[in-house]
């Protein structure tokens, strides 16, 4: 029936291929999207099955948007998102520019450098928990023997030192994804404006900021757009590690959200929160589109 459709009308063949794809995204994609936006709308509680008939508008927004319970873990979310996108481009920078100045062992050098980036985030939470705890940790245990510190350090349970210890392990499995884009703009950037800054008489500090630095740029944009979904769903490395504690002094949006629907069963209210978090990750990339776009405009990409 297939071929003999495709064989009196041909323009129907993409539309026909399409189709599987089409159909596994409708029940993966779209039906969760319009059943969670649904629930969003109502008092839907897990507990209470019938609460998901009860459709009261607005109404889980406008509580969360005079709610300061949600938006302190919002703010600690969006200032998580950039020390962690700021610190991750800095590192990635950094190590994108010492790996392409090796002329020996580079490309075992450039797989070593992807290994972070393929442990499950899960895998560095319990990691990075055992490194960071003050009994039986790496860290507490490597410090004391040296003397540099004579009492266990409560890495995971002060509330400045957990976010710190969240942030060091976010950018310790997420960095080389920034040094990876950065490395292949660099393999990429044509060698004749540096030469011709070379004769210019320009030093290494000058050529780096007027001339490599701008044509990283777009490709730094494109990572920091990959990592803010990545960071603002941020879930797995804080459940494990501090489970949003010291009296929720590390929760996170995606935290809360998990606790909000599953621990306290109310799922239209979790519903609204993710909703918003989308949002929020809609707004960080669009925000580095749009310095994609200026980037490239400002290198000639876009004319």
Known sequence: MIRALTTKR??????LLLTPALITMLFVVALPLVFSLWTSLTPYQLTKPQTIYSFVGLRNYTRLLTDPGFWI???????????????????????ALLINKITWGQRGLRTIMMFPMMFSPILVGFQFKFIFNDNIG????????????DQAIPWLVDAKLAMFSLLFAEIWMSTSVFAILLLAGLFAMPRDPLEAAKVDGCNAFQTFRHITLPFLMPFAYIAMTIRSLDVARAYDIV???????????????WTMIARTGYENAKMGQANAMAY????LS?????????????????????Q
């Open 138 to 149: 790496i860290l507490n245990n490597a410090l004391q023997s040296l003397g540099l510190t």
């Open 10 to 15: 041909p323009e129907m063949t993409p539309f």
């Open 276 to 279: 918003i978090s989308t949002v």
């Open 239 to 253: 459940k494990v590690m501090t489970g949003g504690g010291p009296a929720g002094r590390t929760e996170l949006l």
């Open 73 to 95: 873990p919002f703010g600690r979310t969006v200032l998580f998102l950039t020390i962690a996108l700021n610190l991750e481009f800095a590192f990635g920078l950094g190590i």
């Open 282 to 302: 809609i707004l960080f990339t669009w925000y580095f589109y749009r310095k994609l776009i200026a980037a490239r405009r400002f290198m000639g990409g876009v």
